[in-house]
C-alpha cells in the first residue's frame, strides 16, 4: 500500500511538468509513459522551452505567465490528489458516503483546473500568436494525460 501512495503522490505532485520534447519525436523514438513521466520531472521548463521555439520577445511574454499558470495549476492538482490519496487509504473500509465526497473532490477539482487553461489560453493569446498559445495549451494537456495515466495504473477501482 505505501509503495501504491508514493507512485501516486509522485506521479501526481510533478503534474504541472511538460513533455515537450518526446511530443515532436518520430513514432520510432516515443518514450513509454513511464520514460516520459521520468522526463517530466526532471526539466520541465527546459522541456517546454526547446518545444515552443519561442523568439527572445515572445519569451519575455511567456515565462511569466507560464510561472503563474503553473502556480495556479498546482492548487486543484493538488485537491485532486489529497482527494486521490484519502481514496487508496480508504481501502475497502470506503464508505458510499466517502466515495461520493471523494469523487465530488475530484470532479471539482477537475473543472478548476479547466477554467484555469481557459483563462490561460485567453492571456497567452494576448501575447503570442494564436499557433503558439494553442502549442502551449497541447503540450500541458498531454503532460496531463501522461501523468494521469501513470497515477491511474496505482489507483484501485472502488468497490
Known amino acids: 500500500m505505501k ?18 520534447v518526446a511530443l515532436d519525436k518520430p513514432a520510432a523514438a516515443q518514450f513509454t509513459s513511464a520514460e516520459l513521466l521520468a522526463r517530466i520531472q526532471s526539466d520541465k521548463k527546459g522541456l517546454v522551452a526547446k518545444a515552443m521555439n519561442l523568439t527572445p520577445e515572445e519569451e519575455k511574454k511567456f515565462w511569466p505567465l507560464y510561472e503563474t499558470f503553473q502556480r495556479e495549476l498546482e492548487v486543484p492538482q493538488r485537491a485532486q490528489t489529497r482527494a486521490l ?7 475497502h473500509s470506503l464508505t458510499d458516503a466517502n466515495a461520493k465526497r471523494l469523487a465530488e473532490q475530484v470532479l471539482a477539482s477537475s473543472l478548476d483546473e479547466a477554467r484555469l487553461n481557459q483563462k490561460h489560453f485567453k492571456q497567452l493569446l494576448k501575447v503570442l500568436p494564436a499557433s503558439k498559445a494553442a502549442r ?20 484501485p477501482l472502488a468497490n
Do not use: H, W
Not at 509503495?3 to 515537450?20: D, I, K, Q, Y
Open 136 to 155: 502551449y495549451m497541447q503540450i500541458e494537456n498531454k503532460i496531463q494525460a501522461v501523468v494521469r495515466y501513470e497515477a491511474a495504473k496505482v489507483i
Open 3 to 20: 509503495t501504491v501512495l508514493l507512485a501516486l503522490g509522485c506521479a501526481l505532485a510533478f503534474s504541472a511538468v511538460t513533455p515537450a
Open 85 to 91: 490519496l484519502d481514496y487508496i487509504a480508504a481501502g
